[in-house]
């Protein structure tokens, strides 16, 4: 095994059960190259602790079953980014993302507000939304 994909939530239990890690030293995995960590929040404790514990990337990922694939991450293959615990990085190819303030505007880095995703979307995304296109179109702008 050289890749593991899986969810914070799993991390942070083997964290609960074996906080110094010491299942993971008895049985090293000298091909081991990369965790990805996706489906919910990847806070930066949980990434500290499989980070010192691996000794190898973790790479936080977002993206949501309706996306079909990552929306932001730090794709290793194409150009990979220093690694910033609380963050997935970038957006994917095929994403545009913007930050937006409470009356839509757009905000400048480093400033929270709701992440939204600009059209056009890329194939895949929201495959469910082509078939209720009246009402998609009814919630845009």
């Known amino acids: 095994m050289n890749v593991l994909f899986t969810a914070p939530t799993a991390f942070r239990a083997i964290k609960r059960e074996d906080p110094q890690g010491n299942y993971y030293r008895r049985h090293r995995l000298r091909h081991f190259r990369y965790l990805f960590l996706a489906g ?37 293959g ?5 690694f910033k615990p609380g963050s997935p990085t970038r957006p994917v190819p095929g994403y545009s993302i913007a930050i937006l303030g409470p009356e839509g505007a757009p905000l400048p880095p480093n400033t929270e ?19 209720q296109r009246s009402a998609l179109s009814r919630n845009l702008p």
Do not use: F, K
Request: aromatic share 8%.
């Open 40 to 76: 919910e929040r990847l806070d930066p404790d949980t990434y500290h602790w499989a980070h010192e514990l691996l000794g190898r990337p973790v790479i936080d990922h977002w993206w949501q079953t309706e996306t079909g694939w990552p929306v932001a991450a730090n794709c290793m």
């Open 78 to 82: 194409l150009d990979p980014q220093p």
């Open 113 to 131: 507000g709701a992440v939204v995703i600009r059209l056009p979307l890329p194939p895949g995304n929201s495959a469910d939304a082509v078939e």
